[in-house]
């Protein structure tokens, strides 16, 4: 891998393992993509930006990539209004503001997301009697941006 950083091909290789999936040229390389990203991209994004490293990965590999990592709670799957699902890297799990007029999304690390999330968790399952299988939080809002062109 030329254009990803070592430490995050070497971790995002382990996180494969870990999950017990198996380790291709694709899937590695799909993964360590987005982990060296924030900027939420979508498929076409992530063939754009992978055509040079992988000129014959085609659109369906990807997508087939990106619904086992997220089946396997590896990858998170992002609306933002725009029609497209954006793909974030959940290796440290955190929270997403986006913006309903621009639709931007933002990456907002909480130290406290942890201990919220179970008590959010906890709160659900009492209930409803709901297995959880993920938690994302997401806000919605204004950004800084637009909020300037009022």
């Not at 497209?84 to 290796?91: A, E, I, L």
Request: net charge negative; glycine share 6%.
């Amino acid at each position: 891998m030329k254009m990803i950083d070592q430490k995050i091909s070497e971790d995002t290789l382990e996180v494969l393992k870990k999950n017990h999936l198996r380790v291709t040229p694709q899937r590695h390389t799909i993964l360590a993509y987005l982990a060296s990203q924030n900027n939420h991209p979508t498929v076409d994004m992530i063939h754009e930006g992978l055509k040079k490293e992988m000129p014959n990965i085609g659109s369906s590999t990807i997508y087939n990539t990106l619904n086992t990592l997220v089946e396997h709670h590896v990858v998170i799957e992002i609306q933002n209004g725009d029609g497209f699902t954006h793909y974030d890297y959940f290796g440290v799990p955190h929270l997403h503001a986006v913006c309903s007029n621009c639709g931007k999304i933002f990456d907002v690390n909480y130290d406290g997301f942890g201990k919220d999330q179970k008590r959010i968790e906890d709160k659900v399952k009492e209930e409803t009697g709901f297995q959880i299988s993920n938690t994302q939080i997401e806000v919605t809002g204004i950004c800084a941006d637009c909020q300037k062109l009022v």
